[in-house]
């Protein structure tokens, strides 16, 4: 009777054990993931800054060139 019970907790702790492990996995898969994301995100927010960046140029250049055809 007690051998029964004694495997049943080995089984049980096993099994908790796997469960755990698979969690631990999965936490650091999700973490990878969303430090992946972010950065394509920061790229891509940076490419928009610098679109922004050369379109204000052209306007300011395009400005400056409306300013002298009107003197």
């Known amino acids: 009777m007690k051998d029964k019970k004694d495997k049943i907790i080995i089984i049980g702790l096993i099994f908790v054990l796997i469960v755990l492990g698979f969690n631990i996995i999965s936490s650091i ?11 394509s995100g920061n790229d891509r927010w ?9 379109s204000e140029e052209k306007v300011n250049q395009l400005e400056e060139e409306i300013k002298k055809w009107k003197q």
């Open 46 to 54: 940076l490419q928009v800054k610098n679109r922004i960046i050369q």
């Open 29 to 39: 898969s999700q973490t990878l993931d969303y430090e992946k994301r972010k950065d």
